[in-house]
Each structure stands twice: as structure tokens, then as C-alpha cells.
């Protein structure tokens, strides 16, 4: 096969290629439907979150409790979202290519890393949204019965979702890229899970989980330890 002329980026005009064909062949009233199904979920979503909880405030005992168990008990719900980003990275997740770009991109003499850095990224990308929207939700409804600002309690739960997002996305595309083996993955998955229930047993905060889930919960208590889930994401 000839090699490319210098200054030349086959992938970068592959990739370019395919996204004008798609934007030729995109059906925009579907994709204003598609986003407007997307809106009726999360306020779908954010009713449902609010029928589940108690109404109003909660008592002050109870507030007293969140302060204190709150970060570990919110922090074992997103040790499991890591958790289970490790076990899809142990099953080759979670990049999902299309058969042209295997055919066409990973048999060809290119550098691996490079062609598949785009789909991660758009992986990750993709991850954070979700995880920002779920954020967002649990934000508003923490908001009306805990007491602080709901502006606060929004942005903290977005930034947690986002950042928790991240770590599962992360864990999976290492865990993937280096082809760890699935009882790997799981005993990363256990032990990620077990930190943070070891948390809520003897009260400490050596967990992921419990950093992600100070930062939730930083409106009402703002710990130091709720930095630390910024560098392990």
C-alpha cells in the first residue's frame, strides 16, 4: 500500500466524509423528535424522583444524619456505576465500532491509538451528557428537601454526575485498552464497591465513591475530601 503524501490525514478526511453523508442523509424532524422524547424523560424522571421522596424539608435529625452518613451512603450507589463501567471494559466495552471503520481503519497500517482516540472521546462525551442530565435530576429533588440554595445543589449534582460519568467511562476504557482479563475487572469492581461500604461501616472517606458523593452534597456540608473526587475522576 503507497503511504500517505506528507502533510496528508487519511483519517481526518475519512472521518469528515462521514459526517457529511450522515448530515446528508439525516432526517431532521426525526432528530427534533428524538430530543423532544429526550426532554419528556428527564422531566418524566424528575417527577418520578420527587414522588419517591418525602415532601418539604426534612426534620433536622434527619439533615443531621445526611451530613454525616450521607457522602458514603451516595457514594456506594456511584461506586456501582464505576463498578459496572469496569465490568464492560473486562467485556471489551465500551466502544462499539462500526464494521467500516474495523475494515477500513484498524486493518489499515495506521496507528491504533490515533484512530481510536476519537471514538473514545465521543464515548466519554456521550457518558458525561447522561451523566449530567441524571446529576441534574437528583440535584432538584435533593434540593427541596435538604436546606441550601436549589441553584447549589444543581450544580453539585451535575458536576458529580459528570465527573462520576467520567470515572466509569474511564475505568472501562482502561480496563478495555489494556485488556484485562474479566476476573480483573471484577476484583477491581469489588473492590471500588467494598471501599465504599467499608465507608459506611466504620465512617471513614478512603473511597471514590464517598469523594463523588461529598461533592453531591456539598451545599449542605462542604468537606475537603469532596476535592479529592476532581482528581480521581
Given amino acids: 500500500m503507497?503511504?500517505?503524501?506528507?502533510?496528508?490525514?487519511?483519517?481526518?478526511?475519512?472521518?469528515?466524509?462521514?459526517r457529511r453523508r450522515r448530515l446528508g442523509d439525516l432526517d431532521w424532524f426525526e432528530a427534533f423528535y428524538n430530543a423532544y422524547l429526550a426532554g419528556i424523560g428527564?422531566?418524566?424522571?424528575?417527577?418520578?424522583?420527587s414522588t419517591l421522596l418525602p415532601e418539604g424539608e426534612v426534620a433536622a435529625s434527619t439533615v443531621d444524619r445526611v451530613r454525616a452518613d450521607g457522602a458514603a451512603l451516595?457514594?456506594?450507589?456511584?461506586?456501582?456505576?464505576?463498578?459496572?463501567g469496569a465490568r464492560s471494559g473486562g467485556r471489551g466495552g465500551p466502544i462499539a465500532l462500526e464494521p467500516a471503520v474495523v475494515h477500513h481503519v484498524l486493518l489499515a497500517p495506521v496507528d491504533r491509538g490515533r484512530a481510536l482516540r476519537g471514538p473514545a472521546v465521543r464515548s466519554l462525551r456521550f457518558t458525561a451528557f447522561v451523566g449530567a442530565g441524571a446529576g441534574a435530576v437528583a440535584g432538584l429533588a435533593a434540593a427541596g428537601r435538604l436546606p441550601g440554595s436549589a441553584a447549589a445543589y444543581v450544580?453539585?449534582?451535575?458536576?458529580?454526575?459528570?465527573?462520576?460519568?467520567?470515572?466509569?467511562?474511564?475505568?472501562?476504557?482502561?480496563?478495555?485498552?489494556?485488556?484485562w482479563p474479566m476476573w480483573a475487572a471484577d476484583?477491581?469492581?469489588?473492590?471500588v464497591v467494598g471501599l465504599s461500604a467499608l465507608d459506611i461501616a466504620a465512617g471513614t472517606s478512603v473511597a471514590p465513591g464517598s469523594w463523588l458523593g461529598a461533592l453531591a452534597l456539598s451545599p449542605l456540608d462542604l468537606r475537603p475530601v469532596a476535592a479529592a473526587g476532581l482528581v480521581a475522576a
Fill in 155 to 179: 450544580v453539585a449534582g451535575t458536576a458529580t454526575g459528570v465527573l462520576t460519568a467520567l470515572l466509569a467511562g474511564g475505568t472501562a476504557l482502561v480496563v478495555s485498552g489494556h485488556r
Fill in 187 to 191: 476484583l477491581l469492581a469489588v473492590a
Fill in 74 to 84: 451516595a457514594g456506594i450507589v456511584l461506586a456501582l456505576v464505576v463498578a459496572v
Fill in 2 to 18: 503507497a503511504a500517505a503524501p506528507p502533510g496528508a490525514d487519511p483519517l481526518g478526511e475519512l472521518a469528515a466524509a462521514r
Fill in 42 to 49: 428527564v422531566v418524566v424522571a424528575t417527577a418520578v424522583v
